[in-house]
């Protein structure tokens, strides 16, 4: 980079020599454009280097292995979107997390935010500087798989919990001894999907997934799923976090001719695209998605009405009255799951624990009933959550029994 | 054969797509020789405006469509004025014009964000229905809409650059600004237009790209990618070439997913774009005297 600056340099002073000949100039000119579009070029790299490494664990560069309860005050991180495609699942956990802090009572509790993009690079800065300079002892978060994937290795090795609401990756079982969730792994939601499908008679499925930890995870586990049960699997196509022209994939979904198309996505963005051009496309095929597919965006597409989407629990009906009153709206995805996250950590705070290891150790011995269940973490901290199938009838979500 | 000819459809539909950016990008890098990454704010600014103009207040279509292309045009010839000319009058290089035009891109995006949200907007000027069916190719009103624009445009384009005083005028300058100046030519009047006619065609980008593919902050930066992409393989020195890139472009990419898996759309793309860069840096359409 320097050395292309230094260059572009050179050129300027020599441009400006007016006495050259012409045609020199105009070497030097074409020059100086080359260098222009090469730097265009690395910016555009390093743009794309985004979407690129995505999901790719970071080490951290300030790993400091101890953390000090230095203010009366116990911290305790937030981190996940809260700009960016996946933001609405973001603020419906944060709002999750807000009220089982003010049903918790505890004072001595401050919650700091981080927003992350589900965006694995961001996720290891927030992580980072949620350990290393605000010294939280516990973190709920992230939201997206891959995210939470980057940030596990150094919440491990800070001694620090890493608790998620929403990052279902079967890969996260084995992410650490501090990290747990409180929504089942996709093991589950695959299987129940797989069942859910073949019970309806498919027996030709396609299915259209995200291309990263959350959709290649989905994707395989309901492929050998339903396969076991003895279905086929005719086009499984995928799609990058964000794209809205999906039109190729669903061309040779089309062509593959199955019984249904299942979506995992967890960008609106891609979802909503998707569902719009199944349409344009004349594709009449049952429609399936994953719990990622349950949020507002989709449920305003006017021709996704008939939609079937396996979700985790909505939580209860308590929750749903005190969700109600707090903020004038039904659960949303994940917000029981954000509210039992914190609740857990809020228990163990309340029993006496300080710090990180003292409060994993907790989590390991609690069991509650929260707002999206029973709450009980097995070995590798883990939930077994029960599934409910929810179908989309004049712009809501409606749970079929 | 027929899934071969509705994925040349989809190219065909995603290079226009491309081209209703790139023609704008390539015009004024044409006249100024400076990337302007903030192209993406035109489109974005378009899209937005449809979006509040038609779908929260309500007001006739037409009326926000001509709103959104008026003010599409005026953000980007201000955005000259206010941030390129001053730093140009400071002798700034190129390379901080670039920088510049980035930030003012995520500048925007994140304006936008903070206005109206990260969801997704749904213009909702037409309704989602099948497409017609032409043979076994299926295609949106809309699309052929899309079409049938970016056509017009580059022959429109092709015209004004080659048969019109103005047209003639920039590339002039684009050629060489001190002799354009000598023979009596206004160079910052032929820049303050390049940016009015680019963000015109980059407002034009944002109305019909809002309808295709709904409103989000994030649509400018990955357009502004696209576009790049497809300047560089078309001629970066040529508006329609670039044109032509994006057909290139859009259908390499959808071709490209027919044969291998789906996930390499966006490799393919690149990969393109590093294969044009180390064999043609000059694109398909440039003329070759400016090789050297």
Same mark, same amino acid.
């Given at each position: 980079m320097a050395e292309k600056k230094d260059n572009g340099d050179v050129d300027e002073k020599s441009t400006s020599k007016k006495d050259k000949k012409e045609d020199n100039v105009e070497t030097q000119d074409s020059n100086d454009k080359s260098t222009t579009i090469t730097i265009g070029v690395i910016i555009i790299l390093v743009l794309l280097s985004g979407y690129v490494y995505q999901g790719i664990t970071g080490n951290t560069i300030f790993s400091s292995k101890t953390t000090e309860v230095k203010n009366e005050k116990i911290k305790i991180g937030y981190m996940g979107p809260l700009t960016g495609d996946a933001a609405s699942y973001g603020h419906a956990i944060k709002r999750g997390v807000e009220l089982a802090l003010k049903d918790s009572q505890l004072e001595n509790v401050e919650i700091i935010y981080e927003d992350t993009k589900c965006d694995g690079k961001e996720s290891v800065n927030a992580v980072n500087k949620l350990i290393n300079i605000d010294g939280v002892v516990a973190i709920v978060g992230e939201v997206c798989s891959g995210a939470t994937l980057a940030a596990a290795p150094i919440a491990e090795e800070n001694n620090v919990v890493l608790i998620s609401?929403?990052?279902? !990756?079967?890969?996260?079982?084995?992410?650490?001894?501090?990290i747990f969730r409180t929504i089942p792994s996709d093991t589950n939601q695959g299987k129940f999907a797989a069942n859910l499908l073949f019970e309806n008679n498919i027996t030709n499925l396609s299915i259209l997934y995200g291309n990263e930890e959350y959709g290649v995870g989905f994707n395989d586990i309901l492929t050998s799923e339903f396969e076991d049960l003895g279905g086929k699997v005719v086009a499984s196509e995928s799609f990058e976090?964000? !794209?809205?022209?999906l039109r190729t994939q669903l061309s040779k979904i089309k062509k593959a001719k199955p019984q249904a198309i299942f979506i995992v996505s967890n960008s609106p963005d891609s979802a909503v695209a998707a569902l719009k051009q199944i349409k344009q496309l004349g594709i009449r095929v049952k429609i399936y998605g994953s719990e990622g597919l349950k949020g507002p965006e989709v449920a305003a597409v006017?021709?996704?009405?008939g939609l079937i989407v396996t979700s985790v629990s909505a939580g209860t009906t308590r929750f749903a009255n005190d969700y109600m009153a707090e903020y004038g709206l039904s659960p949303e995805p994940f917000s029981p799951q954000g509210y039992d996250a914190f609740d857990a950590l809020a228990k163990a705070i309340d029993d006496g624990a300080k710090t990180g290891p003292e409060i994993k150790d907790y989590l390991y011995k609690e069991s509650f009933t929260g707002a999206s269940g029973d709450i009980e973490f097995d070995s590798d901290g883990e939930v077994t959550g029960t599934y409910d199938v929810y179908q989309l009838k004049n712009a809501t979500f409606v749970m079929i029994p | 054969m027929s899934l071969l000819l509705q994925v040349i459809v989809n190219g065909l539909i995603a290079g226009s797509i491309y081209a209703l950016v790139s023609c704008g990008f390539s015009l004024i890098y044409n006249t100024n020789r400076f990337m302007h990454f903030a192209h993406g704010v035109s489109v974005l600014v378009s899209g937005y405006i449809l979006f509040t103009l038609f779908t929260l207040l309500n007001f006739n279509f037409y009326f926000a469509l001509i709103s959104s292309l008026v003010y599409s045009s005026f953000i980007g010839f201000l955005i000259f004025r206010i941030v390129y000319l001053p730093l140009q009058n400071r002798k700034a290089s190129n390379v901080i014009l670039l920088i510049a035009s980035i930030s003012l891109l995520l500048l925007f995006q994140n304006l936008l964000q903070m206005i109206y949200g990260a969801n997704v907007k749904d213009i909702g000027f037409t309704d989602i229905k099948i497409g017609y069916e032409i043979g076994d190719v299926i295609i949106t009103q809309n699309q052929i809409i899309i079409l049938i624009i970016s056509i017009i445009l580059f022959v429109s384009l092709f015209l004004f650059m080659n048969k019109t005083k103005l047209g003639k005028n920039m590339r002039a300058v684009s050629e060489n600004k001190e002799l354009a100046s000598i023979v009596g030519i206004n160079s910052k009047k032929v820049s303050d237009l390049s940016f009015f006619i680019g963000s015109f065609l980059g407002g034009i980008a944002g109305v019909l790209i809002s309808l295709e593919q709904n409103v989000t902050p994030y649509m400018g930066t990955m357009l502004t990618i696209k576009g790049f992409t497809s300047s560089i393989i078309g001629g970066i020195f040529s508006v329609p070439g670039s044109i032509l890139g994006s057909y290139i472009l859009g259908l390499a990419e959808n071709l490209g997913i027919l044969y291998l898996p789906s996930g390499y759309k966006d490799a393919i793309s690149f990969v393109l774009l590093f294969l044009f860069l180390l064999l043609k840096p000059n694109g398909l359409f440039s003329s070759k005297r400016r090789v050297n």
């Open positions: 609401a929403s990052s279902t !990756s079967s890969k996260i079982i084995d992410a650490g001894d501090y976090r964000g !794209s809205v022209d006017k021709t996704a009405q | -």
